[in-house]
């Protein structure tokens, strides 16, 4: 059975005008992934959002509403649905999960797993 609290949170991205045409992609979890003219639904387990940004189409946000009602109900109503409706980076259920794309990751820290490579005299 599918472990809805570990599963890994997943970012969709709604495009399209009409209905019919819009499509859903995945997309990577970046401030940077995030528009203001899309629909987009954080998967994130147990919790689904809806993400609908300022300037998205009526029909991105209905084929979202379609598509968080599928999730929940393959999942027999256990996740829980929020909707957003304004800039989705002021809410800290959002931000906790999604990164920067432009930020590097450290490197680790020197230690016994680090090999050296310069003899000193």
């Known amino acids: 059975m ?3 609290q570990s599963t ?3 970012l969709y991205q709604f495009v399209g005008t009409t209905y019919a045409n819009t499509v ?3 997309v990577g979890l970046y401030r940077q992934s995030l528009n203001k003219e899309d629909v ?4 994130k387990g147990l919790q689904i959002i ?7 189409d009526k029909d991105e946000k209905v084929k979202a509403m379609h598509f968080c009602l599928k999730l929940k109900s393959e999942r027999n109503g256990r996740p829980k649905t ?6 989705p980076l002021n809410d800290d259920e959002v931000t906790s999960v999604l ?3 432009n930020k590097k990751d450290k490197a680790p820290p020197p ?5 050296k490579t310069y003899q000193g005299e």
């Open 50 to 56: 809806q993400i609908n940004t300022p300037d998205c």
């Open 24 to 26: 859903v992609k995945e």
């Open 2 to 4: 599918l472990n809805l």
């Open 82 to 87: 929020t909707t957003i409706d304004d800039n």
């Open 99 to 101: 990164g920067d794309k």
């Open 40 to 43: 987009f639904v954080l998967d």
């Open 111 to 115: 230690g016994p797993h680090t090999k």
């Open 8 to 10: 890994k949170p997943r």
